[in-house]
């Protein structure tokens, strides 16, 4: 017969330290012991005995338990309905055929691109930006959080400032002039350092108020199938992350998402701590989001195959069909199970017939809220133990609930409608993850870097495709491999923006000009004009204008702008004062005489070579 709670607290040990509990303890200790979990106070020391740390020990058990929808019985709960599923070897994917999934195509820059964009264009005061930064970033090795790591050396600007530079300009560019909210999710690993961060920069510009800090929690190691909390020593709990599913659970918790739709927040855009193109896809992704009714649109590249980048397939059977992201250590086993005896392998396009997921996410509003509340922000977790044997009885090591920021449509039903949207790699997807050995060996291997360097490449190929289709004659150079990676030298272009965020904007700010390979284009500022504007060489052209002013700059331009300098060895090593951020990539600039032109007051201004 099952004992007794008081038998139960006899047989720990613990009857004695009882009176020692406030009435929220006991009561949590109470629900703990009758779920099974007895263990966590076995053993304890007599009243008097390491009281702090059974103090710190319980305050994590109450902490836990009030930040998890269902508290720690509904987590254990969870736990063992997945590692039930998980030991009968549930498929997930039972009985579903992966497909290709219905796409919108805008990988080029055509007029349906353009016609996107200014739909999109006309929302951003509709719109709030989640970004989920609570990632270690442990490919990357980088030592400090990822969102100070700059996306270029030109002039280093962080992923944060580039981020906040984007609302700023989405926000100049809406009717209402109303900032766009902008939630960021951090950890314990990274809040601190965020917050700083943004405290020492006068939050970049923005405004304190449209800033939401959620900070996601870790949560409890699972030891064995029975849902038992593994315990680091006798007063600590096994921590450990749950993902960056944790974001909906954040949004439905906080009531933020409620608040934001209330206030008239029509759609929210998911991004990662490194994707620097995110932005470019902005207004064209919520422009497909509008135009179609889509409830949850997943921006994709053309995915290689084996890169680590989820498919997005469109899954039939069971009398259902729904898309969905198939995680990349799912996808193989599922294309082998179906329709792919080979695999992850690329069909006659040359790549994987399930686009790769960029995890930027344009989600409507309604929807979400709905599915929230439904759901108390529970998004689609699953768990990944590692036995030790086919029994399937023990696990190497203690597992956790994880959950996926990109898995919501999980939830969805027939009517809520889930779109793809493909774009050119370089233009949306160049996330900063892996260090530059591995991301040599990637790219040894035939596959994306996904690196410092790789990123950097990408932000000024993104400039270059903004002055090509406004016309200039763009020249671009060839690729130097620096640490086997691949960096294309020029032309750098850096348009900010303040100056341009549509393709359309690009193409009434520029008109004619050229700039040759190694050449440097730097503009920001929203009424800067660039009129048959000349770059040659390696010349660099820098022109920032505040509000008010309005600069025209002609002519052509030649000085011995920036040049390429890669760090020595020793420069790189783990104890040279260079900065980290240079380490990673393996290169720095030197100005070497860049023309540079800055007007800091209202006025009408011409600037010719
Ligand atoms: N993140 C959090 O905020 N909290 C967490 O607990 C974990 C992460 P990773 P991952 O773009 O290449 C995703 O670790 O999870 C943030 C998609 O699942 O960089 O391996 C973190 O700070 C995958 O389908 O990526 O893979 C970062 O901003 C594919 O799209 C973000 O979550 C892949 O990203 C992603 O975390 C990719």
Do not use: C
């Given at each position: 017969?099952?004992?007794?709670?008081?038998?139960?607290?006899?047989?720990?040990?613990?009857?004695?330290?009882?009176?020692?509990?406030?009435?929220?303890?006991?009561?949590?200790?109470?629900?703990?012991?009758?779920?099974?979990?007895?263990?966590?106070?076995?053993?304890?020391?007599?009243?008097?005995?390491?009281?702090?740390?059974?103090?710190?020990?319980?305050?994590?058990?109450?902490?836990?338990?009030?930040?998890?929808?269902?508290?720690?019985?509904?987590?254990?709960?969870?736990?063992?309905?997945?590692?039930?599923?998980?030991?009968?070897?549930?498929?997930?994917?039972?009985?579903?055929?992966?497909?290709?999934?219905?796409?919108?195509?805008?990988?080029?820059?055509?007029?349906?691109?353009?016609?996107?964009?200014?739909?999109?264009?006309?929302?951003?005061?509709?719109?709030?930006?989640?970004?989920?930064?609570?990632?270690?970033?442990?490919?990357?090795?980088?030592?400090?959080?990822?969102?100070?790591?700059?996306?270029?050396?030109?002039?280093?600007?962080?992923?944060?400032?580039?981020?906040?530079?984007?609302?700023?300009?989405?926000?100049?560019?809406?009717?209402?002039?109303?900032?766009?909210?902008?939630?960021?999710?951090?950890?314990?690993?990274?809040?601190?350092?965020?917050i700083e961060s943004l405290e020492a920069n006068n939050y970049f510009g923005l405004s304190r108020d449209q800033v939401h800090i959620l900070q996601q929690e870790l949560v409890p190691a699972i030891a064995d199938n029975s849902g038992t909390l593994a315990l680091e020593d006798k007063y600590e709990l096994i921590l450990k992350p749950h993902g960056h599913g944790d974001i909906h659970m954040l949004l439905y918790t906080s009531g933020l998402a409620a608040k934001l739709q209330r206030e008239g927040i029509e759609h929210l855009m998911f991004i990662q701590d490194t994707n620097g193109p995110s932005f470019n896809t902005l207004p064209s992704a919520i422009g497909v989001s509008v135009e179609k009714g889509y409830d949850f649109n997943s921006l994709a590249i053309n995915r290689v195959p084996g890169e680590a980048v989820g498919g997005l397939a469109r899954l039939v059977g069971n009398g259902k069909e729904f898309t969905l992201n198939v995680e990349y250590n799912q996808l193989d086993p599922l294309l082998r199970a179906t329709i792919s005896p080979e695999g992850d392998v690329a069909d006659e396009s040359g790549f994987s017939m399930f686009p790769g997921n960029c995890n930027t996410l344009v989600i409507r509003m309604e929807s979400y809220v709905k599915i929230l509340e439904a759901s108390k922000g529970i998004i689609a977790e699953f768990v990944n133990p590692k036995y030790t044997d086919e029994t399937k009885t023990a696990f190497k090591k203690p597992t956790r609930l994880e959950t996926m920021m990109q898995d919501l449509p999980k939830l969805f039903g027939e009517s809520e409608k889930v779109g793809v949207t493909i774009f050119s790699r370089f233009w949306s997807f160049s996330p900063n993850k892996n260090n530059v050995v591995d991301a040599a060996a990637k790219i040894a291997s035939g596959g994306p870097a996904d690196a410092s360097a790789t990123a950097e490449n990408d932000f000024y190929a993104a400039g270059r495709a903004r002055l090509d289709v406004a016309g200039m004659k763009v020249e671009e150079a060839e690729q130097k491999m620096i640490l086997g990676v691949p960096f294309t030298l020029g032309p750098k272009v850096i348009l900010r923006p303040s100056f341009a965020m549509t393709l359309d904007e690009g193409c009434d700010k520029v008109s004619g000009g050229s700039i040759s390979d190694e050449a440097t284009l730097i503009v920001d500022g929203a009424d800067i004009t660039l009129d048959n504007v000349q770059l040659s060489g390696k010349s660099a052209l820098v022109v920032k204008a505040c509000d008010g002013a309005k600069v025209t700059v002609k002519g052509a331009f030649e000085n011995e702008g920036f040049e390429l300098v890669e760090l020595t060895g020793e420069e790189r090593a783990p104890d040279s004062d260079v900065p980290e951020f240079l380490k990673i990539r393996g290169y720095n600039f030197v100005n070497k005489g860049a023309a540079v032109y800055e007007f800091n007051e209202p006025g009408e201004y011409v600037v010719e070579a």
């Open positions: 017969m099952r004992p007794t709670f008081e038998e139960s607290m006899e047989l720990v040990g613990l009857s004695s330290n009882w009176n020692n509990f406030n009435d929220d303890q006991k009561e949590l200790i109470q629900a703990l012991v009758d779920d099974g979990q007895a263990h966590l106070f076995a053993g304890w020391d007599e009243p008097g005995i390491n009281e702090e740390k059974k103090k710190e020990f319980l305050d994590s058990l109450v902490k836990i338990n009030g930040n998890y929808p269902g508290g720690l019985a509904g987590y254990i709960a969870n736990a063992r309905k997945l590692l039930a599923e998980s030991k009968a070897g549930a498929n997930p994917f039972e009985g579903l055929t992966p497909e290709k999934p219905d796409t919108v195509d805008l990988t080029e820059f055509t007029a349906e691109f353009e016609k996107y964009e200014a739909i999109g264009a006309t929302h951003f005061d509709k719109v709030g930006m989640v970004l989920v930064a609570g990632g270690l970033g442990e490919r990357l090795g980088y030592n400090g959080i990822k969102l100070d790591i700059a996306v270029e050396v030109l002039e280093n600007t962080t992923y944060l400032k580039h981020y906040a530079d984007n609302l700023l300009a989405m926000q100049a560019r809406s009717e209402s002039k109303r900032p766009v909210p902008f939630v960021i999710m951090v950890s314990q690993d990274t809040g601190p350092k965020t």
